[in-house]
């Protein structure tokens, strides 16, 4: 008797699967990413817009609904969640849960809050990781971070591209 209401519940349970992924909502996506909408640090950068060159390399990370991409790196964005004022219920930012890896071939997690001004024109983007890590080396450096290490970090504010 036991194991047939344990095979039955199996069956039950494996013909549910399906359905419950068939029923997945639309992943919610921030407003100023909708669409085509791109950021980059330095607006010579946008897509298609120019060469990096050598030295600029860390301007030409762009911000857009699939991810945050650059040199040698990626985030790949999985899930928005807007952050609401409890009383007003408007929005004022959004934590993004990413999956981050680089040439070396070694991936990551990552969180980011994503903070757009009230126009749009401009995004202020915060790694979780960076933060932690930016703590920790100022900290160990005496309070300061190696430039190199700063440019690299993906936390900062970037412009819309046209």
Known sequence: MT??????????GLLAVPA?????PEPL????????????????????????????I????SVSRSGLYGYELGCTFLEFLAERDPETKEVHSWQVL???????????PDAFTLIPDA?????RVQSQNEYVAGTIAAL???GDIDRFMQSQFLSSSYKRCP
Do not use: H, W
């Open 58 to 61: 860390e301007d030409t990370i």
């Open 98 to 108: 990413a999956q981050c890896g680089d040439d070396s071939g070694i991936t990551r």
């Open 119 to 123: 126009d749009g024109a401009e995004l």
């Open 29 to 56: 996506v921030p407003p100023f990413l909708e669409g085509t909408a791109v950021y980059a640090r330095d607006l010579a950068y946008c897509p298609g817009k120019a060469d990096p060159g050598e030295g600029a």
């Open 140 to 142: 160990m450096n005496g």
């Open 20 to 24: 419950m992924a068939q029923e997945q």
């Open 3 to 12: 194991r047939t209401l344990s095979i039955a519940a199996l069956a039950a």
